[in-house]
């Protein structure tokens, strides 16, 4: 209801703008053919160029335009996304910023990766509270040169999570997937050398030693902050997802990545928006990730 009420109508409006740059896009390149056609059929020389230039202002000022296009379609949407969200019982307080990023040291903070990547860019940044639980989140797209080829590779692109339990908690762990663990291996050894063993026989959850590999601090009660209904919900979280996901813990900080190779609700250009399936998507990819806080919010 909210979709058809609220979000479809703006989908209109953004989809008319897209349809107005495209004609506009098509009758450029006519002209332009036609132009061409006429400098070969009667060589009309300077005066083509002369012809020419308004043209090229025009096309200038639709590649601006397009790109303006592309910058407004995913807060309009978003905006109205959190306005319905702000309205759900658990949630409160959530406000999207497009340009702001997750701060690269909270990415660096959560011993996850390896501790200042080469190349870090985030956006699409969001805030808000679950539960009692504060929470931001945003696109981050990391690389790190590789130690194999002396090139930048990806080590990380996906929404990145932190939060703040409400409640004292002391201990530092990293859960990493365990199918990927050898690809990940320079940043397990760096954890390592931070003081971190593993703790994998501290987990009696099997299903979960079979999906993620655990580290912690020594000296840390990893069962006091990975209880056996957290260890249940990320397990089921796990399994409805093809993508890795990350989790760590440093005392009352909490860290969530899940990876994913696209751009959430960025616009398509030469074809329509106007789609339920393009907005219950990056919706349900959202609500997931809120879900996972409220689990932690709710098992601690």
Known sequence: MFYNTTIRPELYRLERKRLRLVRGI?????????????????????LVFLL??????????????????R??????????????LNDAPNYRSLTYDAKHPIGRDR???SGLFRPMPDAYYAEDYIKGIVGE?????GEAYVREISASSNRLEVVFSGLFVHANFNEPTSGQIAVWPRRNIRRLKRAVDAYVSDGGINADIEIMNSGFREEFTVYAESGT????????????????FARSQEQDIFFAVHNQDLFIGVAHDYDMLEPQFFKSNLSFAIIR????????????ISDFDQTH
């Not at 639980?133 to 989140?137: G, L, R, S, T, V």
């Not at 998507?281 to 996972?292: A, E, N």
């Open 26 to 46: 098509f009758a450029s390149l006519i002209v332009v053919v036609v132009l061409l056609i006429s400098f070969v059929v009667f060589d009309l020389g300077f």
């Open 52 to 69: 020419a230039m308004p043209i090229i202002f025009y096309v200038g000022s639709l590649y601006f335009r397009i790109e303006k296009f």
């Open 71 to 84: 910058q407004a379609f995913k807060p309009a949407i978003i905006s109205l996304l959190m306005e319905f």
């Open 107 to 109: 990415f660096e903070r």
């Open 133 to 137: 639980m504060a929470f931001e989140m």
């Open 221 to 236: 009660h990893v069962a006091g902050i990975l209880t056996p209904p957290m260890q249940d919900a990320l397990l089921d």
């Open 281 to 292: 998507k990056f919706y349900s990819d959202i609500t997931l990730m809120l879900g996972v």
